[in-house]
């Protein structure tokens, strides 16, 4: 148990429907990250908090995305009028300063 | 530009075999972190080993042990006396100090499958 959880675990949605997940770490990690991974592929980099402060988007966080970390405590991640191309798994990793990054199960999205 | 690779897809071994997972980097930083991570079939990212860049010494966990070798960008992990339950995919991962974020490049996994 890495001690980040992630809810839902699993989320089925019609396109165009907006979703969001929702990422718990432990109380000691001060970052906080949004991974994507698609089938046969490694996790991509979505976006990084630094406590409440969200310090870095990647460019496949397009418009439609958007992520907070309200009192720098959970995390929720928002995908508006989802697309077919969005479908994947979506984890969530805290980390402490200069330790390695814990990872929840994951929340795998299915558009249909 | 940063870039991890890890060129065997998929390995199958039978149990109590050793097994090698390659991994090759790429980075222009001078400091940096270099990680194995195991993800079985219920999703979760499970943390094995990290490596600084600028320690080299190869150590020995339990039946995991590691050869980093700076010459070669080379961080390859090994499994002695497989087991069935070491079946998942195994991915490295690159994070760079001066990102100021230290988030991590994944290479695309190993699948590793250990037959009874």
């Known amino acids: 148990d890495t001690g980040v959880s992630q809810d839902p675990r699993h989320k089925i949605t019609k396109r165009g429907q907006n979703v969001t997940f929702r990422c718990d770490p432990i109380s000691e990690h001060n970052r906080l990250y949004w991974y994507r991974q698609t089938l046969g592929q490694g996790p991509e980099f979505l976006t990084y908090?630094?406590?409440?402060?969200?310090?870095?988007k990647s460019r496949l966080l397009s418009d439609r995305f958007s992520a907070e970390r309200p009192k720098g405590s959970f995390s929720t991640l928002e995908i508006q009028r989802t697309e077919q191309g969005d479908s994947a798994m979506y984890l969530c990793?805290?980390?402490?300063?200069?330790?390695?990054?814990?990872f929840g199960q994951g929340t795998r999205l299915t558009v249909v | 530009a940063q870039k991890v690779t890890q060129a065997q897809t998929e390995i199958s071994v039978v149990e109590k075999e050793d097994v090698t997972l390659d991994c090759v980097y790429e980075?222009?930083?001078?400091?940096?972190?270099l990680f194995w991570y195991k993800q079985p079939p219920s999703g979760e990212l499970v943390f094995l080993i990290r490596?600084?860049?600028?320690?080299?010494q190869n150590e020995i966990s339990g039946r995991y042990s590691w050869n980093f070798q700076k010459s070669t960008s080379s961080f390859n992990f090994t499994i002695t006396a497989s087991q069935v339950v070491d079946s998942a995919v195994y991915f490295c991962?690159?994070?760079?100090?001066?990102?100021?974020?230290?988030?991590?490049?994944f290479g695309t996994g190993t699948r590793l499958k250990v037959l009874a």
């Open positions: 908090f630094q406590n409440e402060a969200q310090l870095e």
């Open positions: 490596r600084n860049s600028f320690d080299e």
């Open positions: 980075t222009r930083d001078t400091t940096y972190y």
């Open positions: 991962a690159l994070s760079e100090a001066t990102s100021g974020t230290y988030k991590y490049i």
């Open positions: 990793a805290g980390q402490h300063t200069n330790t390695e990054a814990f």
